[in-house]
């Protein structure tokens, strides 16, 4: 619940994604750093969800190799991956792109698709 910071609605909304998906806790060191949840939108698509502490600015890239080794295995199974990120969120952006998703004109470009 660190992660999700001091908004009520968005612990509400990051509670609720924890209790209905798979989550990982990425640390570093001691440091809880990241935390993802693939939370389930259908029987075959599941959108990646992240919270970041700015501590894990430093570790970015090792954040999306773990990323990468977590979801290729389920996108072999069929799994099509998705996330939501704000046109204003640049770092969550690149990070996106780094990680392998692909961004598309759905839902005013906040929907990518990740291809690996």
Same mark, same amino acid.
């Given at each position: 619940?660190? %992660?999700?910071? *001091?908004? !009520?609605?968005?612990?509400? &909304?990051? $509670?609720?994604?924890?209790?209905? *998906?798979? $989550?990982?806790?990425?640390?570093?060191?001691?440091?809880?750093?990241?935390?993802?949840? #693939?939370?389930?939108?259908?029987?075959?698509?599941?959108? #990646?969800?992240? %919270?970041?502490?700015? $501590?894990?600015?430093?570790?970015?890239?090792?954040?999306? !190799?773990?990323?990468?080794?977590?979801?290729?295995? %389920?996108?072999?199974?069929?799994?099509? &991956?998705?996330? !939501? &990120?704000? $046109? *204003?969120? !640049?770092?969550?952006?690149?990070?996106?792109? #780094?990680?392998?998703?692909?961004?598309?004109?759905?839902?005013?470009?906040?929907?990518?698709?990740?291809?690996?």
């Amino acid at each position: 619940m660190r %992660l999700a910071g *001091s908004n !009520r609605r968005v612990r509400r &909304i990051v $509670t609720y994604q924890a209790r209905q *998906s798979e $989550t990982v806790g990425v640390y570093v060191g001691d440091q809880l750093a990241a935390a993802a949840t #693939l939370f389930p939108e259908g029987p075959h698509v599941r959108e #990646l969800c992240l %919270l970041f502490d700015p $501590t894990a600015r430093a570790a970015m890239l090792r954040l999306v !190799r773990v990323a990468q080794l977590m979801l290729r295995p %389920l996108a072999e199974h069929g799994v099509v &991956i998705v996330a !939501r &990120i704000r $046109t *204003s969120n !640049r770092a969550g952006r690149r990070m996106a792109r #780094l990680a392998g998703f692909l961004e598309t004109d759905a839902e005013g470009g906040r929907l990518w698709i990740w291809r690996g």
